[in-house]
C-alpha cells in the first residue's frame, strides 16, 4: 500500500512562488507515475504536472507550463511541483497521485490509483 503525504501549501500573494512537496511510503516508486492535481471549489479536478520516476520525462497540464515545474528525488521518495508567477486562478486544493506505468495519458486522473489527502494554495492579494 502506498501512502502519499503533502506539504508546502500556503497562502500567497499574485506573482508569489510556493514549492509543494509530496513524500512516499510504503512501496518504490521507480517506473511510476508521480502527478500533481488540483481542484478548485465548483470545479472539476485538473491535471497540473506528471513525472516518470523512471527518466524524468515530464508532462503538464494546460496553463502552468513555463510557470510550474515537477521533479523528483528518488532517494527521498519525493515529488515537488515548484510554482512561479502564480495567480488568483491557481486557487485550489493541490493533490499528490501516484500510480504504476500502464496504459493511459498520466494527466488522467482516474487512471491513478493512490492519493493524498492534498495541501491548500491560495493565492490572494
Known amino acids: 500500500q502506498v501512502h502519499l503525504e503533502e506539504s508546502g501549501g500556503g497562502s500567497v500573494q499574485p506573482g508569489g512562488s510556493l514549492t509543494l512537496s509530496c513524500i512516499a511510503s510504503?512501496?518504490?516508486?521507480?517506473?511510476?507515475?508521480m502527478a500533481w492535481f488540483r481542484q478548485a471549489p465548483g470545479k472539476e479536478r485538473e491535471a497540473v504536472a506528471a513525472?516518470?520516476?523512471?527518466?524524468?520525462?515530464?508532462v503538464y497540464g494546460r496553463g502552468v507550463k513555463g510557470r510550474f515545474t515537477i521533479s523528483q528525488d528518488s532517494a527521498k521518495s519525493a515529488v515537488y511541483l515548484q510554482m512561479n508567477g502564480l495567480n488568483p486562478e491557481d486557487t485550489a486544493m493541490y493533490y499528490c497521485?501516484?500510480?504504476?506505468?500502464?496504459?493511459?495519458?498520466?494527466?488522467?486522473?482516474?487512471?491513478?490509483?493512490?492519493w493524498g489527502q492534498g495541501t491548500q494554495v491560495t493565492v490572494s492579494s
Open positions: 510504503g512501496s518504490t516508486l521507480v517506473w511510476w507515475y
Open positions: 513525472i516518470y520516476t523512471g527518466n524524468d520525462n515530464t
Open positions: 497521485a501516484a500510480r504504476r506505468a500502464s496504459a493511459g495519458s498520466p494527466l488522467h486522473g482516474d487512471t491513478y490509483d493512490y
